[in-house]
């Protein structure tokens, strides 16, 4: 399951070759990189961002359509911040990082992630907004030569660390790291080193608090959708069958999202208009992702953390004009956050050596036939179970477990307590479970033995 990929690209310039391979893979044109070398690198990461919030982000659209691509099928691997964002960094599933649930950063190894061997191989780094859940807003996060740390998420008032320098800021958090990033790219503007910025508003995390000047944004209209409707739940685990449809909630969840991803779009516009008058947006390689989903009432459940696609499947996209990828293209291989560190890397030609990636770059061809999904509950007062799963194009298999998480570690038996099938070309939004109340002849076809001995070989690997 895990695959450790050769980064062999050249460090200063892309080869025609591999620029012809990019525009393979994203339906453009190749052109050559510019005279600058290697690319500079924006990563911006949004916070339980789901699918279907396009919407919001005018600015990310018309940048996609210029020069961009969608991914159509990319997934969070845990859905769950902490974990996610460790995943991100670090292109490891989160049982070989550590990171198993919000809290506990210390459990990722630091010489590990992405900005460590960015900022070894001459990269400027600089990170400005949330870092891993639970960490110490005193202590500067690792491998970044500039930042601007705040802890705990909030969109208003908050501490924030500013390169050493701790104190109470009252802006609006997003703002604030839009006015942090563009004074970035400004003091750096005549460098001949390339930069990596990382960027981590809070929005659209819960409790959704839009900027004044979007509080009353009107947004489109929205009905649901099947899964929101869902009456008869009884294939689906106990605390799913507990859980309450609500259509107005989910509606005020919605809007709440779409309005503080408005002022995200802003942040990414900033950037964009100062690379513009900077000449530099041709080779800047930009990736938008979010950590995770969020169901908007999807089975009732209105949060993340459970294996269902609106808490799994995510936002991603990359444009890189000078690499080559195609204007408003999109790409539907099964990808993942653990595919973006491989991804910058390889785009910067900067080979990990030893270091063991579960991801793949998204900028070379093949396609992997499955992802793992995990998810681990963090003690007996959160509703659920551990669980994990295997996604294809075609299928979902999903296993529930006797497990949770004590001192950052899972305990229990392990046993299997509920097991779901749905068959995603048929059954998108997951009504049916193939494996409720079924005879062992669905189970012989469907094979579920093996299927259960191959997610127990991945969640090893």
């Not at 990170?127 to 909030?154: I, R």
Request: charged share 25%; net charge positive.
């Amino acid at each position: 399951m895990s695959g450790t990929f050769p980064l062999t690209r050249r460090r200063v310039l892309l080869s025609g070759a591999v620029a012809a391979t990019v525009a393979g893979i994203c339906g453009g044109t190749s052109r050559p990189v510019s005279g600058r070398g290697r690319p500079n690198v924006l990563l911006l990461v949004t916070d339980d961002q789901p699918l279907h919030t396009e919407w919001a982000m005018p600015v990310l659209r018309d940048m996609i359509k210029r020069s961009g691509v969608r991914f159509t099928r990319a997934y969070a691997t845990t859905p769950l911040c902490g974990p996610s964002r460790a995943s991100i960094l670090s292109g490891r599933y989160a049982h070989n990082h550590g990171v198993l649930q919000n809290g506990r950063p210390e459990r990722l190894d630091q010489s590990t992630v992405l900005p460590r061997y960015l900022r070894e191989a001459g990269y400027r780094t600089a990170m400005f907004g949330k870092y891993l859940n639970g960490w110490d807003v005193h202590q500067a996060p690792p491998h970044f030569d500039e930042y601007a740390l705040m802890h705990p998420p909030k969109y208003g008032e908050t501490w924030w660390n500013v390169n050493g320098k701790v104190s109470r800021k009252r802006a609006y958090s997003t703002s604030l790291i839009r006015d942090h990033a563009v004074r970035f790219l400004r003091r750096h503007r005549a460098s001949g080193r390339p930069w990596f910025l990382y960027l981590t508003p809070y929005a659209p995390h819960a409790p959704f608090t839009p900027e004044a000047r979007y509080a009353n944004l009107s947004v489109p209209s929205w009905r649901g959708n099947p899964a929101v409707a869902e009456s008869d739940k009884r294939d689906k685990p106990f605390y799913i069958r507990r859980s309450d449809p609500d259509l107005h909630r989910a509606r005020r969840i919605r809007a709440g999202q779409l309005r503080t991803l408005r002022s995200v779009d802003d942040l990414l516009g900033a950037v964009r208009d100062e690379l513009r008058a900077q000449r530099r947006l041709d080779d800047t390689l930009i990736i938008v992702i979010s950590d995770n989903g969020y169901c908007w009432g999807d089975h009732g459940w209105h949060a993340k953390s459970v294996p269902y696609s609106p808490a799994v499947r995510i936002p991603l996209y990359l444009s890189w004009p000078a690499g080559g990828l195609g204007r408003g293209a999109t790409d539907d291989r099964l990808v993942a956050n653990i595919d973006i560190m491989p991804t910058i890397l390889d785009a910067a030609g900067i080979d990990p050596g030893a270091a063991r990636l579960d991801g793949r770059s998204l900028l070379r061809p093949g396609e992997r036939d499955r992802l793992l999904l995990e998810w681990w509950k963090r003690g007996p007062g959160q509703a659920g179970h551990s669980w994990a799963a295997t996604v294809t194009r075609d299928y979902q298999y999903i296993e529930h477990y006797d497990t949770i998480l004590r001192r950052g570690r899972p305990v229990g038996s392990g046993a299997v307590v509920h097991r779901e099938y749905y068959d995603l070309r048929k059954d998108p939004h997951q009504l049916t479970n193939l494996l409720h109340r079924t005879g062992s002849g669905v189970a012989r076809r469907l094979d579920v033995a093996g299927l259960s001995a191959r997610l127990a070989a991945d969640r090893r690997a």
